[in-house]
């Protein structure tokens, strides 16, 4: 499975952003798609993820934020994020989950927030 990110970039505080990540390849039903983020020095955090039945799950940091979303006809994965602050600087990557175990990660795309 392949993943590319995009819509990434440069915002203000308090400004919104939506990343997309299509996904391609053998993508088997059962899925989920999600994000996670890695800021410098930082481990890898969980963003949010969404199954191809529409289950949703988010990390602390984001919930009320963020809003993850995906169109099964595209196998496109959405992070609609709103209201970012200076702590959601970071890499995010996308990911592919399947019930065989797969696991697959995108490049990421970088989001920067500064004033």
């Known amino acids: 499975v392949q993943l590319v990110e995009s819509g990434g970039g440069l915002v203000q505080p308090g400004e919104s952003l939506r990343l997309s990540c299509a996904a391609s390849?053998?993508?088997?039903?059962?899925?989920?798609l999600g994000w996670h983020r890695q800021a410098p020095g930082k481990q890898r955090e969980f963003i949010a993820t969404?199954?191809?039945?529409?289950?949703?799950t988010y990390g602390d940091s984001v919930k009320g934020r963020f809003t993850v979303s995906r169109d099964n006809a595209k196998n496109t994965v959405y992070l609609q994020m709103n209201d970012l602050k200076l702590e959601d600087t970071a890499v995010y990557y996308c990911?592919?989950?399947?019930?065989?175990?797969?696991?697959?990660w995108g490049r990421g795309t970088q989001v920067t927030v500064s004033s």
């Open positions: 390849g053998s993508i088997v039903s059962g899925n989920v």
């Open positions: 990911q592919y989950g399947d019930f065989l175990s797969n696991t697959y």
């Open positions: 969404v199954s191809d039945a529409g289950s949703t």
